[in-house]
DNA sequence: TTGGCGATTTTC
DNA sequence: AAAATCGCCAAA
């Protein structure tokens, strides 16, 4: 299968965010892939999106949203998990996309539903924050062709009831029907 | 230096 | 419905 290159990823992050259903997020750990198709994304538009981190500016946790495409913004949220994006459109604009759920297809142990539950099942962690993902440790992948054609299902991202006319866009995006999508 | 809080998950 | 748990960041 074709690993998605930079270009893939330097784009409109609602297309970026679109397109990430369906593909296949592996993290190489000790010579064994672990690898999960994405079911379940949001984006985020950048400063002027409230629910946003780079909202904030740049600061030193939004210092990867900020970089090049292609590359992770991992973060602690609540204490306790871990987030994984994949950061978007040219250095410097401040948008990504968040992964908030995911298919397991090897060597995957444990609930993938969920943001936090992801990254733990897939040994994500803040040591992968701003790595580079056109790298063989972590990588997407493309399916070759799609065993049936994907419809996506918009909505209101989940948990950003503060970020006022924003907290109500359909920015989330998950493919419809599929079982391991964090909510009904 | 400090205090409030969060792109969540689990349990009561 | 509420706890668990800690790094980030705005304010002082």
């Known amino acids: 299968m074709p690993r998605l ?9 609602v297309t970026v965010a679109h397109e990430l259903l369906g593909k296949i997020l592996v ?3 000790d010579g064994l892939a672990r690898m999960a198709r994405i079911v379940e994304v ?4 950048g ?4 629910a946003a981190h780079s909202a904030r500016g740049l600061t030193p946790r939004t210092r990867a949203m900020f970089g090049p495409p292609g590359h992770a913004y ?15 459109e040219p250095e410097g604009s401040g948008t990504g996309v968040l992964l908030r759920a995911v298919e397991p297809i090897a060597n995957i142990e444990g609930n993938t ?9 897939m040994g994500i962690d803040k040591r992968h924050y701003g790595h580079d ?5 972590l990588h997407l992948l493309a399916p070759l062709h799609e065993t049936q054609e994907i419809e996506i299902v918009a909505s209101p991202r989940i948990g950003v009831p503060y ?3 924003w907290a109500d866009k359909p920015l989330r995006f998950h493919i419809l029907g599929n079982r391991y999508v964090s909510r009904k």
């Open 74 to 88: 991992v973060y602690l949220i609540y204490g306790m998990h871990h987030c994984l994006n994949v950061v978007t």
């Open 5 to 13: 290159p930079r270009d893939f990823y330097n784009r409109d992050t």
């Open 163 to 165: 970020a006022q006319e």
């Open 133 to 137: 993902l056109c790298s063989d440790e």
């Open 42 to 45: 949001e984006a985020y538009l």
């Open 27 to 29: 993290h190489q750990i």
């Open 47 to 50: 400063p002027g999106d409230l």
């Open 113 to 121: 539903r969920g943001p936090g539950l992801l990254t733990r099942a």
